[in-house]
């Protein structure tokens, strides 16, 4: 009897000893995926910051257009308000 318990407590021992180096490959495997999850976020936020720069930028540029428009429409109205007088 005594045997039969050791012998079972030996089994589960194995199966525990089995069970936490197939654990181990599952952890590495998990710290794996989180490395690439880790790498891929790096990169979509680098990505978000360079568009976040080039929408600035094309801001910038837009507003300048609609500055010299502006200017423009202005100079032309003035031109016109001009010609009617004459």
């Not at 012998?7 to 710290?31: H, K, N, P, Q, Y």
């Not at 794996?32 to 568009?51: R, V």
Request: aromatic share 4%; hydrophobic share 40%; net charge negative.
């Amino acid at each position: 009897m005594h045997s039969k318990k050791t012998s079972i407590a030996f089994a589960l021992a194995t199966i525990a000893v089995l069970g936490g180096c197939a654990s181990t490959g599952d952890l590495e495997e998990l710290r794996n995926e989180i490395d690439q999850a880790k790498e891929s976020a790096q990169s979509a936020s680098a990505s978000s910051d360079a568009a976040s720069r080039e929408a600035a930028e094309a801001k910038a540029i837009a507003e300048e257009a609609k500055v010299s428009a502006d200017e423009a429409n202005s100079k032309i109205d003035n031109m016109f308000k001009k010609s009617m007088y004459k």
